[in-house]
């Protein structure tokens, strides 16, 4: 009898040292794929993601504990995963797979997000987390097919980080806003468009009046644009342009937050441009770094105020700003204010050498009808299109001074001129008191000089 008790014995040791399975199926009772975490710090595990979601509350976490694949039997809507309050997936460094025989079921999304908020994120250290699914079984060019991974029909989605591939669609929003902070996103090409097109994607009508939204702050996109794709119609733009960039290489298009280049005190702007128009009387815009993509801007403020430019350079490219039919100005100064440009350089971008369709070419850095002073400013106008001259003074008196500098192209001898008296412009009278070069004639017309 001792024998047979030590054999059991030795049996259940050999078992309990067989190594578990990397990946597991919902519904197996090998392993639990899933955990839910509580504001408490309580956990609970659960051998299905259903089942971990089905006992989730607002504000748990459910974490991934093992590569699990949806079961893909369960193809009626009442199968369907479903998010009605504010839960996180945390993705754990594992993948969660959406087979492909579910894309022609009722259950063809991974996720239904009928209300509430579901955040997803991997906070593993390598950063391996991913939601992904094949790609279409089926052809056709009616056929859009594909499972995809969220659908959005009443509630909200935000994607922090983690990988995303889809059969056709990662994010489908008919009510609701799904947000994209980070991440890197695929999709098997559509069918009938044969592009990506709907790698996010708006049910039309909803996106039309408002009730479905997708918003971009982050991310990798392959073959897919989100600041200018076709989800919704040529030119539709996911991306707020005023607080983010979008570059592209090889066929993906990065997502980033732009820089601050300005400040006023505490206050911190993406532009000049949103600078001074938030600028008080007596106040110094600082520049917080260079920019090198700046376009013409008109300034009408009536205000006293400085830019510091902190030692750092400021290019213009086309358009250029101005009245009508005369926007060929980096800076249009109107008159009214009182403006001081100080230590830096103001420039123009090679780019503007080649002649723009609207004709809106930088000719002029500075048409000026305000009151300026340039102290240890190089205004370099190497680059201005055509005989434009650097800068035009009109009105109001200006003042080059410290250790400015003008720098004018291989197409002019003139660095600017003095003029006014007419319309309701005055005599304008310009003052140099400069150790730098005025690299060119000056030329007057009805204004005159102090040197």
């Known amino acids: 009898m001792k024998r047979i008790i030590s054999l059991i014995m030795v049996l259940v040791l050999a078992l309990s040292l067989v190594p578990t399975t990397v990946w597991a199926t919902e519904g197996t009772p090998a392993d639990d794929v899933a955990s839910v975490t ?29 590569n699990v694949t ?39 999304a991974a996720f239904y997000i009928n209300a509430g908020t579901l955040t997803v994120k991997d906070s593993s250290a390598n950063k391996t987390g991913a939601i992904v699914s094949p790609d279409k079984t089926k052809s056709g060019y009616s056929y859009l097919g594909g499972t995809y991974l969220f659908h959005l029909a009443g509630g909200n989605l935000i994607i922090e980080n983690g990988t995303y591939y ?4 990662v994010a489908n929003v008919q009510k609701g806003t799904a947000t994209v902070k980070g991440g890197s996103f695929s999709v098997y090409p559509d069918n009938g468009t ?32 989100p600041q200018n794709n076709a989800a919704e ?31 006023v005190g505490a206050d911190k702007y993406y532009s000049l441009e949103d600078a ?19 376009v013409g801007l008109s300034v009408d403020t009536g205000k006293t105020f400085t830019v510091d430019f902190k030692g750092h350079t400021y290019t213009v490219n086309k358009p250029g700003a101005g009245s009508r039919n005369t926007e060929t100005n980096a800076f249009q100064l109107i ?42 400013m190089l205004i370099d106008g190497t680059n201005v299109f055509g005989n434009g001259y650097p800068m035009s003074f009109n009105n109001q008196p200006v003042y080059i001074i410290g250790n400015t500098s003008v720098i004018c192209n291989s197409a002019t001898t003139t660095a600017f001129d003095a003029d006014g008296n007419w319309g309701p412009y005055g005599r304008c009278k310009v003052t140099i008191d400069t150790t730098g070069t005025i690299g060119g004639d000056i030329e007057l017309g009805q204004g005159y000089l102090d040197i």
């Not at 659960?46 to 504990?65: G, H, K, M, P, R």
């Not at 939204?213 to 990798?220: M, Y």
């Open 38 to 66: 509580d504001g408490s710090g309580e956990t609970q595990k659960f051998a299905s993601l259903q089942e971990a979601f089905q006992y989730a509350d607002n504000n748990d976490v459910v974490t991934l504990l093992a």
């Open 70 to 108: 949806t079961d893909a039997a369960k193809t009626g809507e009442a199968d369907r995963l479903t998010i009605k309050k504010d839960v996180t997936l945390e993705l754990n460094g594992y993948t969660m797979t959406i087979p492909g025989e579910l894309e022609d079921s009722s259950n063809w």
């Open 166 to 169: 889809a059969g056709c669609t």
């Open 194 to 225: 044969n592009d990506s097109r709907y790698l996010l994607n708006c049910i039309d009508a909803s996106y039309k009046d408002g009730t479905a939204k997708i918003v971009v702050t982050g991310g990798t996109f392959t073959d897919f644009n």
């Open 233 to 263: 119609g040529a030119g539709t733009s996911f991306v707020d342009a005023d607080k983010y960039t979008v570059t592209e290489e090889n066929g993906k298009f990065t997502v980033n937050e732009r820089e601050y280049v300005a400040q």
């Open 276 to 294: 001074i128009k938030s600028v008080q009387n007596g106040q110094t815009i600082e520049l917080i770094k260079d920019v090198t993509d700046a």
């Open 335 to 376: 008159t009214g204010q009182t403006i001081t440009f100080k230590n830096g350089t103001i420039n123009v971008s090679k780019d503007n050498l080649d002649a723009a369709s609207d004709g809106r070419n930088i000719q002029r850095i500075i048409q000026c009808y305000a009151g300026l002073t340039l102290e240890d």
